[in-house]
């Protein structure tokens, strides 16, 4: 095989760690692959971690111990997310996306690639320290950012769902109270999908009152898993008190007006910090 050159080393190892963020190789696996002693690899590690520094890529980490190596992490500087949810929110204001019952269209937003992935990470940003088993979300709109977010801490993607489905095998099912309208409604979620002890990371696309959202922490609660996170989309001003607690959300809308309706949209305090 043709010696390869440290760009070239270089340029293949960016590339598949960044295509599995948050996942763990090790310099073993580096040398194997392209045939150098570990200490030429740590220094090509050193030279592209400070290039994934100047240029806010990312996040590169060397892990030590008998399981270490080195990972990738997607993260974005608080400013950096501070600029993208506030030119987003700008984008989302006005009269135009207002639904009836205080709502807003976001369906074009929440179905571009590049838009749920930098939103996935801004929240993936403020979570790897609590090293989620797996992010949960509810079918359906909340599916594209929930499952950016997994990608970025590199956990598998779980969907509550609002019946069981045959495919998925038994399942455990709760009745759980919307915080809006008040209505009891049903949510499921298959038996195999997770494991006793997990930890997980909650994620949605939209936060009113918070009904489904607490279900989903009972939901969890049936399966002796516990919540370390719940993160949003977006979430009203009104009400101002929720049925939970503790979460992020990236965005926060407010519906003024009578005859007509205006959204006015800003990013969540906790961005502005």
């Not at 760009?7 to 692959?33: G, H, Q, V, W």
């Not at 009269?95 to 590049?114: A, C, K, M, N």
């Not at 929720?242 to 926060?252: A, D, N, Q, T």
Request: charged share 25%; aromatic share 6%; hydrophobic share 40%.
């Amino acid at each position: 095989m043709e010696k390869i050159r440290r760009n070239e080393r270089m340029s293949a190892m960016m590339k598949i760690l960044s295509d599995a963020p948050n996942r763990i190789f090790t310099l073993s696996y580096f040398c194997e692959l392209f045939g150098t002693a570990k200490s030429t690899m740590s220094e090509d590690i050193d030279i592209l971690r400070e290039v994934v520094r100047e240029f806010g890529l990312g996040e590169l980490e060397t892990v030590t111990g008998a399981a270490g190596g080195v990972r990738y992490r997607a993260t974005i500087s608080r400013e950096a997310a501070r600029t993208y949810i506030a030119d987003l929110s700008e984008q989302l204001s006005g009269t135009s996306r207002v639904l009836p019952g205080g709502f807003l269209y976001s369906s074009d937003i929440l179905s571009s690639p590049e838009t749920v992935r930098r939103m996935g990470e801004i929240i993936a940003t403020e979570y790897y320290g609590a090293a989620p088993d797996f992010v949960l979300t509810m079918e359906t709109k909340g599916i594209p950012v929930a499952m950016y977010t997994a990608n970025a801490l590199g956990v598998p993607l779980v969907i509550a769902r609002r019946s069981s489905k045959v495919y998925e095998g038994s399942a455990v099912n709760i009745n759980y109270v919307t915080g809006s309208a008040g209505h009891i409604e049903t949510m499921s979620l298959s038996r195999r999908a997770v494991k006793e002890g997990q930890r997980t990371l909650i994620v949605d696309d939209f936060l009113k009152a918070g009904g489904t959202a607490n279900g989903m922490v009972e939901l969890m609660r049936e399966f002796n898993v516990e919540v370390v996170g719940m993160a949003f989309v977006m979430e009203t001003a009104t009400p101002a008190k929720k049925r939970i607690s503790g979460h992020k959300s990236l965005m926060v809308l407010d519906i003024t007006g009578d005859e007509q309706q205006t959204a006015v949209i800003r990013p969540a305090d906790w961005l502005m910090n």
